[in-house]
């Protein structure tokens, strides 16, 4: 694996040495480089260098220029304005720095951090015995993306799925089970998801008429529930068997997002139950929290409710049940002790933020959290209607996120079969390509915008050819494989001696970035921004194919062959970075 320094950072270090040896008394300075529309890169530190040595910056900008080493990197740079410097790249510098991304295999050259640390990432939180809907898809495919990601840049990552496998409501439903032994009995022995949310469904909707209507059966539930919490063998595999159920259905809408969810990645509320009366007496005995009308709270300065008065992190209730903050508190003092993490990320809907807060806050009064192991929440956003409310069906009721899949597939099959006659594709292909044109439009609207932000979901635009859209890239792709195909034997090759046309230019310069902002999608956990690259990356390629015909007979074979390298490194960057939102690239559409 070999790492391939960027010409912008190869830039940025010959300019700041060029600075540092013109301008001795301005110490280690930046030079702000940023690309430019005015040349390929523009610096802009000497400016504010310039008021720091009380000089002209133009001039100060000359110095600076004349320090720099002749290399092959820098074909033309010039002052302009007040002491910007714009800068102009040797072609020759940008095909050889692509070539040695290429020969860098699936990893195109960007590096893994060697000395990256073990990130926990909580995402993907279903209710058991409950329907996944609309809600969910948000945490489930931010979460997934940002693990890809984070594994990619080197990152060792934990998936954990925090599943609602506890509470009260499991005591009415597990006597309801006992009363009715074969209420999640399958006809025929089916196994599906559909089937099991079925039994799941017609239970719960059972259990909840008796429990609201018959006073005996809602005492005897009450009791079931102190029987799960006190650990009753029968009551435990009564309760596993809704969970048993819970995740046929689960992973089948896992399958559907094209999500890979394993055993081992889901520990529920349930996983932390022996933790919580420790968690509560650290607390207490550490005096980071207090009881406060018999329960146990967590107090801060900055947290204060309409009255003025301060509002508590409630760790054990006044009847002696434990809060959501317990189980989330004992869950962190599990990962950073037995699973030895550096981080944990959340990918959480922003109305949960506060709770966060307060619960970040909490383990770092109690030493869980420290300056070497950190706690960040990813908030998301709400899914919205075409009308800017709140995702519902015509009826008000939340979408199921079964239907919602079933129907982007849909209409991506329909849009998929349309062009299907003209590359010629199977049956088999339109089904499997529907498939993910439509999950990869549901991601990429999802992903493409900051995840703290509210989206329309507005399938007609999502599964469109035009704008920015999973389809758009999908098809850039599928067109760079059909170039291939038709290419015959003639072959990808890197020619650095080539000059270069300015689509050619353009589309090499932004193919070069694509370490640099994997780098900083990881480090901020924004994945949107790797939306946009590709999403450009696109775009660029696009007018590319338009400008510089690839196979034209009147082009020289090493013409052909250089824009056939640009063809292929940008279908293996449209890939891997596609791969990496969880989104799948068809090799024809």
Not at 218 to 227: C, F, P
Not at 253 to 280: A, Q, W
Not at 343 to 358: E, G, I, N, P
Request: aromatic share 8%; hydrophobic share 40%; proline share 3%.
């Amino acid at each position: 694996m070999a790492s391939v320094t960027s010409l912008a950072s190869t830039l940025q270090q010959q300019l700041a040495d060029a600075l540092t040896a013109a301008l001795p008394d301005a110490g280690t300075a930046d030079p702000l480089l940023r690309r430019s529309d005015r040349a390929d890169f523009q610096a802009n530190g000497i400016l504010a260098l310039a008021k720091k040595l009380k000089g002209n910056p133009r001039e100060l900008a000359a110095q600076v220029t004349d320090a720099l080493p002749a290399s092959d990197l820098i074909k033309d740079i010039e002052v302009s304005g007040p002491g910007f410097l714009n800068v102009t790249l040797t072609d020759r510098a940008i095909t050889a720095t692509l070539a040695a991304r290429a020969a860098d295999g699936d990893r195109l050259g960007v590096p893994a951090d060697e000395a990256a640390g073990t990130t926990v990432v909580d995402y993907a939180q279903p209710n058991v015995a409950k329907e996944m809907h609309v809600g969910h898809l948000r945490s489930a495919v931010i979460g997934d993306a940002m693990v890809r990601i984070l594994e990619f840049t080197g990152e060792s990552v934990v998936r954990r799925h925090h599943i609602g496998d506890w509470g009260t409501q499991f005591g009415m439903l597990i006597q309801y089970l006992v009363e009715h032994p074969h209420e999640l009995d399958h006809e025929g022995g089916q196994e599906d998801g559909e089937a099991a949310m079925s039994s799941l469904n017609r239970l719960y909707k059972a259990s909840r008429v008796l429990f609201d209507s018959d006073e005996e059966f809602k005492a005897r539930s009450r009791d079931r529930v102190v029987a799960l919490q006190a650990g009753d063998a029968e009551t435990l595999a009564m309760w596993q068997r809704f969970v048993d159920e819970s995740k046929i259905y689960f992973y089948s809408v896992f399958d559907k997002l094209d999500m890979e969810i394993s055993d081992p990645d889901i520990v529920g509320e349930s996983g932390y139950n022996d933790m919580l009366e420790e968690t509560c007496r650290i607390l207490e005995e550490t005096g980071v929290a207090v009881r406060s009308e018999g329960a146990l709270c967590v107090f801060f300065d900055d947290v204060l409710g309409p009255d003025g008065n301060k509002v508590p992190l409630i760790v054990k209730k006044t009847n002696g049940g434990y809060g959501y903050a317990a189980t989330d508190l004992s869950a962190i003092r599990d990962r950073v002790r037995n699973l030895k993490v550096d981080t944990l990320l959340y990918v959480v809907d922003a109305r949960q933020s506060l709770h966060f807060k307060m619960v970040f806050e909490t383990a770092r009064r109690a030493g869980w959290l420290n300056e070497d192991v950190k706690a960040h929440h990813l908030p998301f956003g709400t899914v919205l209607g075409k009308d800017g409310k709140p995702f519902k069906t015509r009826e008000g009721v939340t979408v199921r996120l079964e239907d919602l899949l079933d129907e982007a597939v849909e209409r991506a099959t329909a849009v998929v079969r349309e062009k299907a006659g003209k590359v010629g594709l199977s049956e088999q292909e339109i089904v499997e390509n529907g498939r993910y044109v439509g999950v990869g439009a549901v991601k990429y609207a999802d992903l493409s915008t900051s995840a703290v932000r509210d989206y329309k979901f507005d399938l007609d635009q999502m599964v469109s050819l035009n704008g920015d859209t999973s389809v758009y890239i999908q098809y850039a792709y599928a067109r760079s494989q059909s170039i291939k195909r038709q290419a015959g034997d003639a072959k990808a090759v890197a020619h650095p001696e080539l000059e270069l046309a300015p689509a050619e230019r353009a589309l090499g310069l932004h193919l070069d970035q694509f370490g640099e902002v994997l780098a900083e999608v990881a480090a901020q956990y924004e994945p949107h921004k790797l939306a946009a690259y590709l999403y450009q990356l696109a775009s660029l390629f696009t007018t590319f194919y338009d400008q510089c015909h690839v196979l034209s007979e009147d082009n020289p074979a090493e013409v052909v062959e250089n824009r056939l390298f640009l063809c292929d490194l940008t279908a293996r960057t449209l890939h891997r970075g596609m791969a990496l939102l969880g989104i799948r690239t068809p090799e024809r559409l």
